[in-house]
Nanobody, 123 residues
């Protein structure tokens, strides 16, 4: 019913930048999107919450990315972005977007996930 499609990953040198996008598509019912989040999972490691943005625009970031990453949202396009600057090798991971959603008529929240996009930072 709700599909999150990610784009923008790739290979970049240390110090470079990437901009990730995640857009909801195939929406067949009216929905309300609450938090929009970016997670990442590096090889052999747990999935970490990288950044969150609420409906009012308030944001939270993982300490290690503060000052380098910026999360933003376009509610009209049901899209979340992650601008990543000054990238480091330790940023290498698969990045996943996540939306917290209420479908109209339902009394509970759903989590939807993107398919993941690979970000590799290497010289």
């Amino acid at each position: 019913q709700v599909q999150l499609v990610e784009s923008g990953g790739g290979l970049v040198q240390p110090g470079g930048s990437l901009r990730l996008s995640c857009a909801a598509s195939e929406i067949k019912s009216p929905i309300s999107i609450y938090d929009m989040n970016w997670y990442r999972q590096a090889p052999g490691k747990l999935r970490d919450l990288v950044a969150s943005i609420m409906t009012n625009g308030n944001t939270n970031y993982l300490d290690s990315v503060k000052g380098r990453f910026t999360i933003s949202r376009d509610n009209g396009k049901s899209t979340v972005y992650l601008q990543m600057n000054s990238l480091k090798p330790e940023d290498t991971a698969v990045y996943y977007c996540n939306f917290v959603v209420r479908v109209n008529g339902e009394g509970f929240l759903r989590n939807f996930w993107g398919q993941g996009t690979q970000v590799t930072v290497s010289s």
